[in-house]
C-alpha cells in the first residue's frame, strides 16, 4: 500500500506486535481487508496526513487497526457504514466514491473468523478501524 499513500501524499507508519502471535485465518481475506481499510483510509485523509497500521494482542488474540488523521465520520454513521451499500457522508479528498460494498465484505470476514470489526471516530480528527482476532499464543 506504499505506493498509494505515497502517491496521496500520506505518511504511512506500521507497528508491529513484540511477540509473535500464532493462529489460523485465511491470509488472502485478512490481507484484503487490511487493503480497504488502509484505501479507506487515504479516501478521507488529505495530503500531508498520516496513516498508521499496527497489531497488537488484545483480549488474547490479535488487534489489528488502521488509524487516520482524515476528516472522521458523524456518530450516526458508525454502524450504518458496515451495512452494504452503505457508506457515510463526508469530504472525500482522494479517490472516488465507492460501492458501499467493502466494509460489508470486512465485517463478513471478520465474523467468519470469529472476530469482530469496530470503529472509533472524531470529526475533523481522523478514525481508527479495529479487527479483533481469535488467536492461540504460544
Not at 42 to 69: C, H, M, Q, W, Y
Amino acid at each position: 500500500m506504499s505506493p498509494v499513500t505515497q502517491y496521496s501524499g500520506i505518511d504511512l507508519k506500521k507497528i508491529g506486535p513484540d511477540q509473535q502471535l500464532h493462529f489460523t485465518l485465511d491470509r488472502g481475506l485478512i490481507l484484503r481487508i487490511m487493503n480497504n481499510l488502509i484505501l479507506n483510509a487515504v479516501k478521507f485523509t488529505p495530503k500531508g496526513g498520516t496513516i498508521e497500521v499496527s497489531a497488537d494482542i488484545f483480549e488474547n488474540g490479535l488487534r489489528l487497526s488502521v488509524k487516520d488523521t482524515g476528516v472522521g465520520i458523524l456518530p450516526e454513521y458508525k454502524k450504518k457504514i458496515f451495512e452494504k451499500f452503505s457508506q457515510a457522508e463526508g469530504e472525500q479528498v482522494n479517490f472516488k466514491k465507492g460501492k458501499g460494498l467493502g466494509l460489508t465484505f470486512c465485517k463478513l470476514v471478520v465474523e467468519a473468523h470469529g472476530g469482530r470489526i469496530w470503529v472509533e471516530s472524531e470529526l475533523g480528527k481522523g478514525s481508527t478501524f479495529y479487527v479483533a482476532l481469535p488467536a492461540n499464543l504460544k
